[in-house]
Nanobody, 121 residues
Framework: QVQLVESGGGLVQAGGSLRLSCTAS????????MGWYRQTPGKPRELVAT???????NYADSVKGRFTISRDNAKNTVYLQMNSLKPEDTADYLC???????????????WGRGTQVTVSS
């Protein structure tokens, strides 16, 4: 099996910064894209940022210039540096990874359980 565990969420004032981390563990052969999504009650899950194994990145327009996604392939870890946070960034942030497990030819998507980010005004 594969597990994704997020950390780094918390309460921060508007204009502040947080750094989220997500580490994948288990029977991993390789990881393709990794990404961060966020969700608030009553709204659909929203893509925040993604990064390929080669380092190509993609961001939601709402976070461009403020958030930076990066990854450490040796540690199976993806990061999200969030600067200039706004109250509208308040959400549960979830990690997603496209993983090929050892002994399996298919790639499947796995999700973490989320870490809460709250930005006060």
């Amino acid at each position: 099996q594969v597990q994704l565990v997020e950390s780094g969420g918390g309460l921060v004032q508007a204009g502040g910064s947080l750094r989220l981390s997500c580490t994948a563990s288990g029977s991993i052969f390789s990881i393709n894209a990794m990404g961060w999504y966020r969700q608030t009650p009553g709204k659909p899950r929203e893509l925040v940022a993604t990064i390929t194994s080669g380092g190509s990145t993609n961001y939601a327009d709402s976070v461009k210039g403020r958030f930076t996604i990066s990854r450490d392939n040796a540690k199976n870890t993806v990061y999200l540096q969030m600067n200039s946070l706004k109250p509208e960034d308040t959400a549960d942030y979830l990690c997603r990874a496209e993983v090929r497990r050892i002994g399996v030819t298919m790639t499947n998507a796995y999700w973490g359980r989320g870490t809460q980010v709250t930005v006060s005004s």
